[in-house]
């Protein structure tokens, strides 16, 4: 076993999706002025990938692996692995890494590990000669060259407690809190740690006390060492044989937690699976007293704990045992721009802009409406309609009309251009959006595209007081078929049912049609010439839109002149045809039909030669 576990070159292997606790390492690494990040790999049993962090400034990749040989092969550096593994695979894990070449730390950070199971996973790191720190602990941290996983908490704390750059003291306890308050007490009253472990609090640690103390008594650098011991358990009796036996010379600091549990009437179990005394041998008092005694630096109570630290550091000051670390600058670490903006310290102009819905709420809204207030209020697919597209609560009979129009356009049977593309497309073999989207592009001025031509039109030469003859007239002069107008199989004597339907419901339900009257008057013309020039279904709901606006007190002329404007009608019908045209798509495959070719007799071949 190495004095240095860690060095400025240390990489780790992560035992774990740990997102939070890897970028926290990096950036322990930027702020130490590491080249090289300090995670070489994650273990994600789940797959093998790559994920992005920060280091600095900028990003890097970071490879995860399933399996902890493979990324150890890959990463051959890599001399650490810290397990996140839950205290259920913990064990197994734990072994896997101990017994994988190369790795020579294993950080066990789970709790609840059973003690059979620590004891041989103790023993088996003695037999292979390697280090385990865990169960049960955050880990550790070399000042200024690597830290394990959370460690030492923010980013801010541990600048604020030196912890960018190495110090002349070395420290171990078996808390990890602890830890976190003892390397600021030593930053306040040091020139810093050099390196601090937090063994964990189980029973049987993986390494312990003592085995950390004699690494400080080995690495020059150390100079001084302080440590917290804990209730329970004879580990710290140890750190007295060591030093009766001369094994520590350099200055230790220690204290023994939990002189409180005196005042309980019973044994009273701390936190840490290992903190309770069995016996007067394994109370704090008892450990503190016998420490003293054997030369330790034992303060009267953890309120000294502090001014025994800086006594003793200025002591080896004064000799010249320690010549102060300098003071190093740490980089700033950039904050990342969701905290910041999450913080109000940063704002950033929005790339997109929503008005007719809103998810982010506790609830979902349409236009401002609760979605269970859209179906307790029966709203239908009309109502829903009026809020996402015209942002408006549409009356009754605004919603109904959509929903007729919806029903009425929802098919035409196979032989209309847009229900042909879907199936040939379909029998082609192509997935269901693609023969969806191969009949909804035929949709266009000749076909099913015409509604919002006709409202336009219409509406123009109403509000122009032209007569029919005028507009007719205006229309063939431009050269331009009146959109609307016009049917390849519906004519007088072949009526559209469907505009019937939406006749008869807008007689009933609107209290003015002015445009419809006209578009009927148009008609009249228009069949003179060719018995299918009717208003067919795409104008017959164009212009009963018009009068919906008008007969809806719910639009400002503005607002319904948007609206016809806005070109949004069109969209009644896709909406509408891709139920037919799904449709179509389905029975396409339910009949298993085959691709489709167009028989040659339907074609005629009159090339030039
Ligand atoms: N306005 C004025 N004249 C027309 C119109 C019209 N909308 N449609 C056809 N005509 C005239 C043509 O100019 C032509 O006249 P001509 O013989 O003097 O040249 C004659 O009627 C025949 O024209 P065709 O295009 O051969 O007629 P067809 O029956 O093939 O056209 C069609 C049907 C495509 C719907 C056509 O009427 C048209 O384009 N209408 C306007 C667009 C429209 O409303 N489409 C929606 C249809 S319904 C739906 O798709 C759900
Ligand atoms: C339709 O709704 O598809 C029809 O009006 C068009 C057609 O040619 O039947």
Known sequence: MKNELFTKDTTAIIYGNQQKAVQRMLDFDYVCGRKIPSVAAIIDPGKNSVQKFFFGKGEILI??????????KKFPKADVVINFSSFRSAFKSSMEAL?????????????????????????????????????????????????????????DNIVASKLNRPGSVGFVSKSGGLSNECYNIIARNTD?????????????????????????????????IASLGEIGGTEELKIVEA??????????????????????????????????????????????????????????????????????????VKKG?????????????????????????????????CTISNDKKEELEYNNIKITKVIKDEMGIGG???????????????????????????????????????????????????????GLLTIGPRFGG????????????????????????????KNVPIPGIGHKVKSLTNPDMRVSLLKDFVRKNFKITPTLDFALAVEQLTTQKKANLILNVDGCIGVCFVDLLKNCKEFSAEEAN????????????????????????FDQKRLKQGLYRVPYEDIAYLSDN
Request: proline share 4%; with cysteine.
């Open 321 to 353: 045992v320690i010549k102060p670390a300098a003071e190093v600058k740490a980089p700033a670490v950039p904050e990342d721009f969701a905290t910041a903006l999450k913080a109000g310290k940063v704002r950033k102009a929005t790339s997109f802009i």
């Open 450 to 477: 015409a509604i919002d031509g006709a409202a336009q039109n219409f509406k123009r030469a109403v509000e122009a007081g032209l007569t029919p003859e005028q507009f007719v007239k205006e229309m063939k002069a």
């Open 99 to 155: 017994n994988t070449k190369g790795i020579n730390t294993v950080v066990i950070i789970a709790e609840g590990m059973p003690e059979r199971r620590a004891r041989e996973i103790a023993a088996t790191a003695k037999k292979l000669d390697k280090m385990v720190i865990g169960p049960a602990t955050v880990g550790g941290i070399k000042a200024g060259c690597f830290k394990i996983a959370n460690t030492a908490g923010t980013i």
């Open 384 to 438: 829903v309609i009026g809020l996402l597209w015209f942002k408006k609560q549409l009356p009754k009979f605004a919603r109904q009309y959509l929903e007729l129009a919806l029903m009425l356009c929802a098919d035409h049977g196979p032989a209309v251009s847009g229900a042909h593309n879907a199936i040939v497309t379909a029998r082609a073999g192509k997935d269901i959006i693609s023969a969806l989207v191969s």
């Open 192 to 224: 810093g740690l050099y390196e601090g472990i937090a063994i964990g609090g189980d029973a049987f640690p993986g390494s312990t006390l003592l085995d950390h103390i004699l690494r400080y008594e080995n690495i020059k650098e150390v100079k001084m």
């Open 63 to 72: 490879p995860s692996f399933v399996s902890l040989e493979v990324a150890a």
């Open 243 to 316: 030093l009766k036996a001369g094994k520590i010379k350099k200055p230790l600091i220690i204290w023994v937690t939990g002189t409180c549990a005196k005042m309980f009437p019973s044994g009273v179990q701390f936190g840490h699976a290992g903190a309770k005394a069995d016996n007067s041998l394994e109370t704090a008092s008892a450990k503190n007293e016998a420490l003293r005694k054997a030369g330790a630096l034992v303060p009267t109570s953890f309120d000294d704990y502090d001014k025994l630290v800086k006594k003793t550091y200025e002591t080896l």
């Open 562 to 585: 948007q609206v016809i404007e806005l070109g949004c009608l069109n969209a009644l019908f896709v909406l509408a045809r891709s139920i037919g045209l799904f449709g179509h798509i």
